[in-house]
Structure formats: structure tokens, C-alpha cells
């Protein structure tokens, strides 16, 4: 069965039609917030400082809806934000920009050769010249600051030789006509693609210079770590002498191991890499130098085969290997690092109360010092008298913002994005918490309908994140934006569980083996003490929304409540058996359920959705990625097999070319457009 062709095109005339044009604070023309304005936002990242700290280099996003795609091209801001400019204009992807080491060029990634290479470009304009002209794409780069040399991040078969043995390898299977994928031992795909065999390895470069050396020689293990990482996992010594680099070297153990190292190899390549953090099995990432050269920090967790332990802050003294915690009683988890410029402080930031905020650490005392709380703050850039970072709200998409050392407040340095937010009516959002499971404090947002009138009663979205160690905080989503659902009338309310980061470990934990139950409970509790504070929510027009465990939990909701009108259900397990032996990092599994399936079965059945399948009254949309190799899509198809077969109103949607995440604009609009869709058939 397929969906009718009008839904996508009928269903946002007909949504914005039911809301009177308005005006901004300058007289303009306003409409509701719909998907249209969420892919029309230009999303900033990369961010990075010349070298005299007066311009930041960024790539910028633009999304070509008619192409369905997005584009990349680089921009120059000046340090006081004064002066905005285009630096390229090809219809390549154009990124990871990178300064030169008198500031005057920007290196950077594009794919406007046929293949991803290395390019530079002058800051005051004019061609850019290509300087990697290699057989395979370049993945990511760290420059050495010469100007001359840089480690690259290049895919290659490990027996190879030369780069063109590779590439020569490559074209003699493509010309097989056996189109057989065999395998001997797990992971054999990893996300949304099948394995070839090939490893990510780091190499080092010189403009001008011959073949790559492969730092990596013959080992069978990726660095950066496949599918995610990327130049946060390279460092490179200031004086040029040795590379650092994330490894996961664990063998037939890849599936079920969390043991990343950090490895470190001499530059000229002249010995084999020796692995640093060997005694930990569990996570060690992001490396980062001071600039002078003397501290190595990096991100350790403690746990082996916990993806959701706390990221602890560690820094290892170069000369003698000394190594330790910073901040050891810091309850937060962080996800990113970067030295200050006298190398006293590290800059983090990391979930906190439904926000991710920026902090300070003093790395002699360990002193942390919250700088920035409110929204979301990413990739801090240290200056001499300060940092920039990224910043966005649940009503604003990501600017630059500089924060002074010592001052409260931080300033603009972008306002990419002002006119199209000032364009779009977007809901009020405030936070609220309540006594969850065993009456302890959980938190949660609610955003009101655009236009709001407290006067009227008005239908809940009520969404669940997933992870289910994630945070449905202050943040504006491309996947899951509240505004979204404010804009198209509904009130929007979150909930972060027991389980969610940002509260303390101990509250991330406790979610281990219990999936369907504090969360289930914190969930209903959450929605209650909503539906109380808020009077202008209508408790008999709720529909629930989740995605991966959030699409699970979705799953189990159907089965043990009938207080919902309706239920979207995105790549969400049925059944945690059956799922155990169809994803791919089993190490998630194996912890939530305390073992494997033969070990310990009565985890994986005591909260198992497609046991109360006999529950199930509620209309249910349910939506799935073809190429989601984590929650496999057949896990999609078996919700709506048992919706169907039980005679309940549901559709199922399934997108061929996706992944875990609806990530094509196209799709997204769909998506989008089905969904609201759905809960105006239930809920209106």
C-alpha cells in the first residue's frame, strides 16, 4: 500500500490557512512556523580562529529543497562581527575550513574536483588552488601549522601498498560480476552501510611531496572511528613531531567493545603507533594539545561497553605520562574540549538541566565555572581574552556568540539566520518540573502554540527522545523541533526521564534495565503535571511522538495506556529479542539488558512491547528508514503487521533511501507533512 499523492501537497495550504498574517516588530509580514522555515535556516558550524583572532572562518549550510540536498559553502566573520562574507560560491561542498599559519588562506575540504580533496583559498578571495590531488577522497584532514604538512584521514585496504594499490583493488571488484558480501566475523554494517573491508587510516602529507605515509601500517582497525569520527579524534604535537589519533583495535570484539584508544604515532611515520590509554577498556576520545605543547587532553569514560558513562576530563602531562582526572567530582558528562590560549583552562560543554551549557574548567584546581546555561552552546573557540561558540534556543538556530573573559553576558557575533526567524511566528517555551518516579525531581519544556490565547484549549504533542540516554532540551532540532508542532497549533511538551543526560550519572543509570518502567512512569507523571500547571491544555486531544527509544517507548505506551488519540511511531524496536540479533553495536543491548538474550532473558522480555500487542487500540503512525541497520526496519514492518492484523486505523511509511534519521529535504518535508497529518485526523 502506498499513500495517496495529495497528502504532501494539499496538507500545508490547508494548515496555514486556518492562521491571519500577522506582523513583526518591524511592520513585515509573518506566518506560522512550518517545515518550510525549518529547512530554510542556514545551519553554521566548524567554526575557527585566524591566527591574529580577527576573523573566524565557518562553513554554512544552505538546503537546496528542489535539489534535495544540502550545499556547503565558507564564510568569514570578523571578530567584532562588523563584517560578514561569502568566501566560496561553488556548487561543491565546501568544508572543515582551517587556517593557514599567517591567516591570510583558508585550507578546506571540497568535493568540486569529482573526488573530496584538501584546497586553500586566499582570505581576501580569488580561485582556490587544489593541493591534495590523491586516487582516494580525503575524510578529514588536521593541519600541521607549516603550512606544508597534514595528517589526512584516508580509507584504504590495509594490505596494500600504495594508494593505487587500493584504488586498483577497488576497480577489480567493482568489475566482479559476483555481487556476494561474505563475512567471518561481526561488524559486517554499521549504521546504514555494509562493510567492504577497507579501514580508515591517518596519514601525513606534504604539499609538493609523494606518497602519503600511513602512520597505520597494517593495522586491521579505523582511525577516525567509523561512522561518526572525524578530525576531533587527530591531534597533532605542536612541534610537529608526533600525531595522535582515536583507534579502535579490539578485533572480533568490535560489536560488543567500546574500547577506543588514543594511539600515537612520530610523524615521519618511522616507528609503529603505540597505543597511550591501553589500561582503560572502555571509551577514550577527543584528543587536544595545549598550544604549548606541554598537556594532552582527552575524554575518558570508565565503563567498558557503556556508550552513556560519564565522560570524564583527563589530561596527560607530555614529557612524563603522568595522567589525571580534572574536576573528578564534576557530575556532568562532556562532550567536547578546547584549550584556553595560556593553556590554564578548558573550555566544555555539556548537558545540563535540559540545556547543554559552556563551562569552565581551571585545570590545576579543578574549579568548574558554568559560563553560559541557558540553550545550547557547541564548539568553543578560545581567544586571548575570551570565546566563541555556537549558540541556539528553542526559538533561535545556531549563531556565533562571544563571551569576554569575565563577563555575564555574551554578544552576537551572526545574525545569519534574524530574518528568517523574525519571519516566522514561533511558540513561547518555558520549563517546568515535577515529582517523578520514587518522587524525585525530573524536568521537562513546554512550548505554546503560535498565536497562543490562554483563553483556549488547545491539542499536546507530546514528544519523547530517544537514546534513551539523549535530552529534549533547550535546542532547536532539524529532526525534532517543537516549533514545528507549535506552528501548526498544537501545544508541544517534553519530558527528560529518568535516563536523560544532564541530571547526574546516577540518573542516566538508572535507567538499566528498567525501560518501561521509571521512564514510563516519569512520562505519564510528566504529562500530568502538564496537563495541572497548564490549563489550556486539552487532556482529550493528545497524540505521543518518539523515535528510536522514543519509538519503542511509543510501543509500549500502546500497550498499557488508552489516554492518547493518537501515536507516531519512528524506528522503534517491537520486539527487544528478536532486535538484540538484527542491530549492530551490540555493547547497547548487552548493557541495557544486562547480557545477551541466552544470558539473561528476563531483562529483554520484562518490558518487551510485542508482549501486550493484545493492548493495542490506539491509531498508530509508524515510520522507518530502510538503511537503519540499528533499529532494523523490519521492526517498523512488524508494528504495523500487528497494528493491521488487530484491525487498528495505521499507516506505515518507509523511506528506501534513509537511515536512522530522515535527513533528505524532500523526505523530511514528507515526513513531516504525514505526521501532521496524522494527529490533525486524531486530534482536531
Not at 145 to 171: H, I, M, P, Q, Y
Not at 425 to 442: C, I, L, P, Y
Not at 545 to 564: C, D, K
Request: negative net charge; hydrophobic residues 40%; proline residues 5%.
Amino acid at each position: 500500500m502506498r499513500f495517496a499523492s495529495t497528502v504532501a501537497s494539499l496538507v500545508v495550504p490547508a494548515l496555514i490557512s486556518t492562521f491571519a498574517p500577522l506582523a513583526n516588530s518591524n511592520g513585515a509580514e509573518t506566518h506560522p512556523f512550518s517545515i518550510a522555515d525549518m529547512l530554510a535556516m542556514q545551519r553554521i558550524g566548524e567554526p575557527t580562529l585566524s591566527p591574529d583572532g580577527k576573523w573566524l572562518a565557518f562553513s554554512l549550510r544552505t538546503t537546496d529543497v528542489d535539489a534535495n540536498r544540502g550545499r556547503f559553502d565558507l564564510w568569514v566573520v570578523s571578530s567584532d562581527g562588523a563584517t560578514l562574507r561569502r568566501l566560496t560560491t561553488h556548487d561543491a561542498a565546501d568544508t572543515a575550513p582551517q587556517f593557514s599559519k599567517d591567516g591570510k588562506s583558508l585550507f578546506f575540504l571540497s568535493t568540486r574536483s569529482g573526488s573530496q580533496q584538501l584546497w586553500r583559498i586566499a582570505l581576501d578571495g580569488g580561485e582556490p588552488r587544489q593541493v591534495t590531488d590523491l586516487p582516494i577522497d580525503v575524510n578529514a584532514y588536521r593541519p600541521f601549522g607549516d603550512d606544508r604538512r597534514f595528517a589526512l584521514a584516508l580509507d584504504v585496504w590495509v594490505d596494500a601498498k600504495t594508494l593505487a594499490d587500493s584504488v586498483a583493488k577497488d576497480e577489480a571488484q567493482a568489475k566482479s560480476k559476483v555481487s556476494a558480501r561474505v563475512y567471518d566475523e561481526l561488524l559486517f554494517r554499521h549504521w546504514d552501510t555494509w562493510e567492504d573491508g577497507k579501514r580508515s587510516h591517518v596519514f601525513v602529507w606534504a604539499d609538493g611531496g609523494g606518497e602519503p605515509v600511513d602512520l597505520m601500517k597494517g593495522i586491521d582497525a579505523d582511525a577516525p572511528t567509523h561512522p561518526f569520527g572525524g578530525s576531533e579524534q587527530i591531534a597533532v604535537h605542536p612541534d610537529g613531531s608526533t600525531v595522535v589519533f582515536v583507534c579502535k583495535h579490539v578485533g572480533r570484539e568490535a560489536a560488543w567493545s567500546t574500547d577506543l584508544d588514543l594511539w600515537s604515532a612520530p610523524a615521519d611515520g618511522s616507528a609503529a603507533p603505540k597505543c597511550l590509554t591501553e589500561a582503560n577498556q572502555a571509551v577514550d576520545d577527543a584528543p587536544n594539545f595545549s598550544a604549548d605543547g606541554k598537556w594532552l587532553a582527552y575524554l575518558a569514560m570508565s565503563r567498558p561497553g557503556y556508550e552513556a558513562d560519564r565522560q570524564r576530563v583527563l589530561v596527560r602531562n607530555w614529557q612524563t605520562g603522568e595522567t589525571r582526572e580534572v574536576a573528578p567530582n564534576w557530575d556532568r558528562s562532556p562532550s567536547e574540549l578546547a584549550w584556553s590560549v595560556d593553556a590554564k583552562t578548558l573550555f566544555a560543554t555539556a548537558d545540563d538541566v535540559g540545556n547543554h551549557s559552556l563551562f569552565s574548567l581551571d585545570v590545576a584546581s579543578g574549579a568548574v565555572k558554568e559560563l553560559v546555561e541557558r540553550g545550547t552552546s557547541g564548539s568553543p573557540v578560545p581567544a586571548a581574552n575570551g570565546v566563541y561558540f555556537l549558540h541556539d534556543t528553542l526559538k533561535s538556530p545556531v549563531e556565533i556568540r562571544w563571551l569576554a573573559q569575565g563577563a555575564k553576558e555574551s554578544q552576537a557575533i551572526t545574525k545569519i539566520n534574524a530574518e528568517r526567524v523574525a519571519s516566522a511566528r514561533m511558540g513561547d517555551f518555558e520549563q517546568f518540573s515535577f515529582a517523578g518516579w520514587n518522587g524525585e525531581t525530573v524536568y521537562g519544556f513546554l512550548v505554546k502554540p503560535i498565536d497562543f490565547d490562554p483563553a483556549k484549549k488547545y491539542p499536546v504533542a507530546f514528544l519523547i527522545h530517544g537514546g534513551p540516554q539523549g535530552s529534549f532540551g533547550d535546542h532547536f532540532h532539524y529532526r525534532w523541533n517543537p516549533q514545528f508542532y507549535a506552528g501548526a497549533g498544537y501545544a508541544a511538551v517534553m519530558v527528560d526521564f529518568h535516563g536523560s543526560t544532564g541530571y547526574g550519572q546516577a540518573f542516566t543509570d538508572s535507567i538499566r534495565g528498567d525501560w518501561g518502567g521509571k521512564p514510563y512512569e516519569d512520562l505519564m507523571k510528566g504529562l500530568d503535571a502538564a496537563l495541572a500547571k497548564y490549563p489550556f491544555l486539552d487532556q482529550d486531544r493528545c497524540a505521543a511522538l518518539g523515535a528510536s527509544y522514543g519509538g519503542y517507548m511509543i510501543n509500549w505506551i500502546a500497550g498499557h495506556t488508552e489516554r492518547f488519540k493518537a501515536l507516531v511511531s519512528h524506528s522503534g524496536n517491537l520486539d527487544e529479542r528478536l532486535a538484540y540479533y538484527d542491530t549492530e553495536e551490540l555493547w547497547f543491548p548487552e548493557w541495557e539488558h544486562h547480557g545477551t538474550p541466552w544470558e539473561n532473558p528476563e531483562s529483554y522480555t520484562k518490558h518487551n512491547p510485542i508482549d501486550f500487542v493484545q493492548n493495542w487500540k490506539t491509531p498508530t503512525l509508524v515510520t522507518h528508514g530502510q538503511l537503519d541497520f540499528r533499529v532494523v526496519y523490519t521492526q517498523g514492518i512488524s508494528t504495523f503487521t500487528a497494528l493491521q492484523r488487530r484491525g487498528i486505523p495505521s499507516k506505515l511509511v518507509v523511506f528506501p533511501d534513509e537511515n536512522h534519521w530522515i535527513l533528505k529535504p524532500q523526505n523530511s518535508k514528507y515526513w513531516h507533512e504525514t505526521v501532521i497529518a496524522w494527529l490533525d485526523r486524531w486530534c482536531k
